[in-house]
């Protein structure tokens, strides 16, 4: 894939069309992933090849550092550039962390107490939607932090999760995609989906944003509320009545076709990467959540989801959804599934081969 992209200029892939392979320019929300996957090859055979591909698709987000105009900044920026300065110290790759983490500053409104997800605002049905997904971005604003010694980072992605935890969580540990705020006195005005079935049903990959979201949470700040908040949501995915044997959830854990729905294998392979570092903390039974984590990674390493080498637009993962209601990206291979397959796959064998702390 690299080897089909270095030539064209500032391309990232994203997932297939027609049978072909579809790119993105720097600006869509997936295109950290990729340049993220190189890390994490390189991580584990560190060739000079893999590290020219990593450094060469990571900078073609340079300009990403700039961008205020939605909050996806984070899953941009940290999935490349915090890689990549996670494994060189590249200090210019810091200043750009430091500089995306204040774009995305930009964003929160401390009277709601949230960073604003989408200026997009549904044909005026919504003033200030945050979506669950925003969890994610949170992690570069924690990086920034610690990458600069300015704590208001820290501070705003803490008010965030706060604010997230008591508003978008339902008392059975599932979450709503989105919830929109007042703009005149930040209370909620409406909690509602954009890519799930209902209003009140469960979209899977909402559910894994929240709970790779509340654990990164947990992690950076010891706060074991969240950790708690994460553990119910898992929970709730894994009681499930619909969640089928091979633990690849359905698109939307109340779809209306379920057994004969769509599988997305993107949220069983964020949910996969948390639950390895859920095992490595301190809960009871923490090898339930590995071996949860184990079967998800032997389905989708199975020729049921893992495409043949070679096939697949070169993409590792079948089988995902990016958004039925919009009729985009059904059971196609998405980026950020074969992202998070790798990081759990580094965290599996980190937790096997050093029986230690692997996140
Ligand atoms: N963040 C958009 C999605 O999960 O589809």
Same mark, same amino acid.
């Given at each position: 894939?690299?080897?089909?992209?270095?030539?064209?200029?500032?391309?990232?892939?994203?997932?297939?069309?027609?049978?072909?392979?579809?790119?993105?320019?720097?600006?869509?929300?997936?295109?950290? !992933?990729?340049?993220?996957?190189?890390?994490?090859?390189?991580?584990?055979?560190?060739?000079?090849?893999?590290?020219?591909?990593?450094?060469?698709?990571?900078?073609?987000?340079?300009?990403?550092?700039?961008?205020t105009d939605n909050h996806d900044v984070g899953f941009m920026l940290y999935c490349s550039y915090g890689n990549g300065y996670r494994l060189t110290q590249n200090p210019a790759y810091k200043d750009v962390l430091v500089t995306?983490?204040?774009?995305?500053?930009?964003? !929160?409104?401390?009277?709601?107490?949230?960073?604003?997800?989408?200026?997009?605002?549904?044909?005026?049905?919504?003033?200030?939607?945050?979506?669950?997904?925003?969890?994610?971005?949170?992690?570069?604003?924690?990086?920034?932090?610690?990458?600069?010694?300015?704590?208001?980072?820290?501070?705003?992605?803490?008010?965030?999760?706060?604010?997230?935890?008591?508003?978008?969580?339902?008392?059975?540990?599932?979450?709503?995609?989105?919830?929109?705020?007042?703009?005149?006195?930040?209370?909620?005005?409406?909690?509602?989906?954009?890519?799930?079935?209902?209003?009140?049903?469960?979209?899977?990959?909402?559910?894994?944003?929240?709970?790779?979201?509340?654990?990164?949470?947990?992690?950076?700040?010891?706060?074991?509320?969240?950790?708690?908040?994460?553990?119910?949501?898992?929970?709730?995915?894994?009681?499930?009545?619909?969640?089928?044997?091979?633990?690849?959830?359905?698109?939307?854990?109340?779809?209306?076709?379920?057994?004969?729905?769509?599988?997305?294998?993107?949220?069983?392979?964020?949910?996969?990467?948390?639950?390895?570092?859920?095992?490595?903390?301190?809960?009871?039974?923490?090898?339930?959540?590995?071996?949860?984590?184990?079967?998800?990674?032997?389905?989708?390493?199975?020729?049921?989801?893992?495409?043949?080498?070679?096939?697949?637009?070169?993409?590792?993962?079948?089988?995902?959804?990016?958004?039925?209601?919009?009729?985009?990206?059904?059971?196609?291979?998405?980026?950020?599934?074969?992202?998070? !397959?790798?990081?759990?796959?580094?965290?599996?064998?980190?937790?096997?081969?050093?029986?230690?702390?692997?996140?």
């Amino acid at each position: 894939m690299a080897k089909e992209l270095e030539q064209q200029d500032g391309r990232l892939p994203k997932s297939i069309k027609d049978g072909k392979l579809e790119t993105s320019d720097c600006y869509w929300w997936c295109s950290g !992933f990729f340049p993220g996957e190189l890390w994490y090859l390189y991580e584990n055979n560190p060739t000079p090849e893999l590290k020219k591909y990593a450094g060469l698709f990571t900078e073609r987000l340079e300009k990403v550092q700039h961008v205020t105009d939605n909050h996806d900044v984070g899953f941009m920026l940290y999935c490349s550039y915090g890689n990549g300065y996670r494994l060189t110290q590249n200090p210019a790759y810091k200043d750009v962390l430091v500089t995306g983490a204040g774009s995305l500053s930009t964003r !929160f409104n401390p009277m709601i107490k949230a960073i604003r997800s989408w200026d997009f605002t549904n044909n005026g049905k919504w003033q200030y939607p945050v979506i669950i997904d925003n969890m994610m971005n949170l992690e570069l604003l924690f990086a920034a932090t610690r990458l600069s010694g300015d704590s208001t980072f820290y501070k705003v992605a803490v008010s965030h999760v706060d604010r997230t935890m008591k508003e978008q969580y339902r008392p059975d540990g599932s979450c709503y995609h989105v919830v929109d705020y007042s703009m005149k006195d930040g209370s909620v005005r409406n909690r509602h989906t954009a890519q799930g079935y209902a209003h009140e049903s469960a979209w899977s990959r909402g559910q894994a944003w929240g709970i790779y979201g509340l654990t990164l949470c947990y992690r950076e700040t010891g706060d074991r509320k969240y950790l708690d908040q994460a553990l119910k949501a898992v929970r709730f995915m894994f009681n499930h009545k619909n969640t089928p044997e091979d633990l690849v959830f359905y698109w939307d854990m109340d779809a209306p076709n379920i057994p004969n729905d769509y599988r997305d294998a993107s949220a069983a392979a964020c949910i996969a990467s948390a639950l390895y570092e859920i095992s490595t903390v301190d809960v009871p039974e923490p090898q339930t959540y590995k071996a949860y984590a184990d079967r998800i990674m032997e389905s989708l390493a199975s020729p049921t989801y893992r495409a043949e080498l070679g096939t697949n637009g070169n993409f590792l993962l079948m089988h995902c959804v990016g958004s039925i209601p919009h009729n985009g990206e059904i059971d196609v291979p998405l980026n950020y599934a074969d992202y998070y !397959f790798l990081e759990a796959l580094k965290r599996k064998r980190d937790i096997e081969q050093k029986g230690s702390k692997g996140c």
